[in-house]
């Protein structure tokens, strides 16, 4: 299974991107979905998960109030709206689904599939 992640690009501090991801010919809908990003140098990080039942989300301190995640069902998607974005959001980021709630953020260990990264990066 091949998640696809999708929507990074170059934006300047205090802009705003929208990740997706999804996954042809695979059904997100019982996978708790999450999102991590990992820098030049650093290692990857959990930013963000939304559970498969009653779409619980949690988020990295580091993200709380500017990032929002949702998913939508019936185009078998999630997203990752980014706002207020600052040059240390600057990463790839990289979609994952592990079955079937996040229990929190969790370790990349814990998922199962993984997209292939979308670049984002933000100018000063």
């Known amino acids: 299974v091949q998640l696809q992640a999708s929507g990074g690009g170059l934006v300047q501090a205090g802009g705003s991107l929208r990740l997706s991801c999804t996954a042809p010919g695979f059904t997100l809908d019982y996978y708790a979905i999450g999102w991590f990003r990992q820098a030049p140098g650093k290692e990857r990080e959990g930013v963000s998960c939304?559970?498969?039942?009653?779409?619980?989300?949690y988020y990295a301190d580091s993200v709380k109030g500017r990032f929002t995640i949702a998913r939508d069902n019936a185009k078998n998607t999630v997203y990752l709206q980014m706002n207020s974005l600052k040059p240390e959001d600057t990463a790839v980021y990289y979609c994952?689904?592990?079955?079937?709630?996040?229990?929190?953020?969790?370790?990349?260990?814990?998922?199962?599939?993984w997209g292939q990264g979308t670049q984002v990066t933000v100018s000063s």
């Open positions: 939304i559970s498969s039942s009653f779409g619980s989300t």
């Open positions: 994952a689904a592990k079955f079937p709630e996040c229990y929190g953020l969790g370790y990349d260990y814990e998922y199962d599939y």
